[in-house]
């Protein structure tokens, strides 16, 4: 029958998933020896998140990951892409083990394994121990044997019911958003700390995955980039140049390191050089790339601003966080991946939108704009398969609405809505379209919306 046709079909051992990460949902953030993090300081401190909001409860996923693994069970997926906490485990970022922390995900990791879920562990999203931060953060050199040892304590004490590993989640926003624009955690504005954190964390990433592989030559190993296409405003020589600047800025630097042994002529002209050796230890055989996506940037040349460039957007088609919607910049992205870095595996490891979530039906919430973006993306990556990318799973942010960094909790990007007084559950329209995308592997007519 015809409304049983699959228009979006996908292939066969596609896995579908859902992403979090540990800051934004565990809580518990002083519980059972847990250390505390770069960004337990950062939102004590007045100012630094919008409505003075923390994530000291968040959605109290530390306490209540039984029922969300009830309800990812429920939604179908085949994958929970989470992240562990460094300082729960690591209190001090070395030193002794927490074994409450690390008994954490331990339990989370077995009861996905019951619930016939893939547990994909990220080691790094972005919740740094303080006492590491202490000693430099990321702009301390020491920080890379600190945070192989750390991967290696994962890999051996996780290793048995964890075959897939993530070892950085958008190193990008945690050099560029915590050393040089100081808007997310630590906080710091400072260009040699910048290149000092870009360069390090690239290094710590190379010298994880020797470390994991040391420990089973089978572990599925890779790492997560932010990734965008870049167009010009104009057709003006000047706006392609910015446009170009802005792609070495984002996306190569680094994607060139890890595929290609160098840095861009932009990361040699702002200061990176690095040690011999160094782009051996980065340039690593990875089994899949993760790619978190959510818009495009168009740029237009503005000799004021910082690389001659500024982001400027001619639409109103925008997200609650002001991003685009343009899903052809995904098929754009996962082909040119394809091309310039000999055919990667790929996993699209985000991807989802922050709506106002206000209109209401039966006590669920009515998210078409959700659904639509969803949708359109989720055809964009049917797109890019067709298209020759090696693309592999997809895998939606958030599972469920949560403390969404300096917003605090003011965009909603779940699956599942969150009362952050009561903390109930609630799975949105979305939740069961998707659920339904699961089930038939791929975009159905009937429930196009």
Request: hydrophobic share 35%; aromatic share 12%.
């Amino acid at each position: 029958m015809e409304e049983n046709l699959i228009e979006t079909g996908f292939p066969e051992k596609f896995t579908w998933g859902v992403s979090a990460a540990a800051y934004q949902v565990e809580g518990a953030w002083n519980e059972d020896g847990k250390g505390e993090s770069i960004w337990d300081r950062f939102v004590h401190n007045p100012g630094n998140i919008k409505n003075g909001e923390t994530a000291d409860i968040a959605c109290d996923h530390y306490h209540k990951y039984k029922e969300d693994i009830a309800l990812m069970k429920d939604l179908g997926v085949d994958a929970y892409r989470f992240s562990v906490s460094w300082p729960r485990v690591l209190p001090k970022g070395k030193g002794d083990i927490n074994d409450e922390g690390l008994n954490f995900y331990k339990n989370l990791t077995e009861k996905l394994l019951n619930a016939q879920i893939e547990p994909w562990i990220c080691i790094y999203h972005w919740n740094l121990p303080q006492s590491l931060q202490d000693e430099g953060g990321w702009a301390n050199p020491n920080i890379v044997e600190d945070f192989a040892n750390y991967a290696k304590i994962l890999g051996r004490e996780l290793g048995e019911n964890v075959e897939n590993w993530v070892i950085l989640n958008e190193p990008w926003v945690v050099a560029n958003l915590g050393y040089l624009q100081g808007e997310h955690a630590p906080g710091i504005q400072d260009h040699q700390k910048f290149l000092r954190a870009s360069h390090n964390l690239q290094l710590a990433q190379g010298k994880a995955i020797r470390t994991l592989r040391d420990i089973d030559k089978d572990f599925q190993i890779g790492t997560i980039l932010n990734l965008s296409p870049i167009h010009p405003s104009s057709d003006e020589d000047k706006d392609k140049k910015a446009a170009e600047r802005m792609d070495q800025y984002l996306n190569r630097w680094y994607l060139d390191p890890l595929f290609k042994g160098e840095y861009p002529p932009l990361a040699k002209k702002a200061g990176i050089n690095p040690d011999p050796g160094d782009l051996d230890t980065i340039q690593q055989s990875i089994d899949f790339l993760g790619v978190n996506h959510y818009s495009r940037q168009r740029v237009a040349h503005n000799p004021k601003k910082s690389l001659q460039l500024e982001e400027v957007q001619k639409t109103s088609n925008k997200t609650e966080m002001g991003w685009e919607i343009y899903p052809d910049g995904l098929r754009e992205l996962l082909v040119r991946l394809k091309k310039d870095y000999d055919d990667p595996t790929l996993y699209v490891t985000e991807n989802g939108a922050a709506f106002d979530d206000k209109i209401i039906k039966d006590g669920k919430v009515q998210d078409n704009d959700r659904i639509r973006f969803l949708r359109d993306y989720i055809m964009a990556a049917r797109r890019a398969i067709d298209e020759g990318a090696n693309l592999q799973g997809y895998f939606v942010w958030t599972l469920m609405d949560n403390f969404e960094w300096a917003h605090g909790y003011d965009k909603r990007f779940g699956l599942i809505h969150v009362n952050f007084n009561t903390q109930e559950r609630t799975p949105k329209k979305s939740f069961y379209w998707y659920q339904k995308v699961i089930g038939n592997n791929g975009i159905v007519s009937p429930f196009l919306i």
